[in-house]
């Protein structure tokens, strides 16, 4: 079952697969071959949304955007290792949320933390 939700209005959708996967990228890769649809944040599929392989559907659907975080314990310093992960990671992040197709809105849930 898909949970939907528009505006105010939540919907309940039975789906009935032929093929079910536990990661997203083998759900994006069947619809790509045209075995359905699938669900995915936009910044997963956003270079086969701006190549035309995937076409957005019930955009009326969409989730409102969330940030994305880094989090880590604020009891502790922060570890050299943790500091060079961000420095590496963050600008890409950014760079990538930031060049999403036109239409496409980034949707990735976050906690409290360490913002993109």
Same mark, same amino acid.
């Given at each position: 079952?898909?949970? /939907?939700?528009?505006?105010?209005? !939540?919907? $309940? ?9 536990? =990661?997203?990228? @083998? ?13 995915? /944040?936009?910044?997963?599929?956003? !270079?086969? $949304? ?9 955009? =009326?659907?969409? @989730? ?14 922060m570890p050299v290792k ?35």
């Open positions: 079952m898909w949970k /939907l939700k528009r505006e105010q209005t !939540e919907y $309940v959708a039975p789906i009935h697969s032929r093929l079910r996967v536990s =990661d997203v990228q @083998s759900a994006c890769d069947g619809a790509r071959a045209g075995i359905g649809i699938a669900v995915a /944040l936009s910044y997963q599929i956003a !270079e086969h $949304v701006r190549s035309g392989e995937l076409t957005p559907l019930l955009q =009326d659907f969409m @989730s409102e955007t969330h940030p994305v975080s880094f989090v880590y314990s604020p009891d502790r310093f943790l500091r060079s992960f961000l420095d590496f990671a963050l600008p890409r992040l950014k760079a990538r949320l930031g060049d999403l197709p036109k239409g496409v809105r980034p949707t990735a849930p976050g906690k409290r933390g360490h913002k993109a």
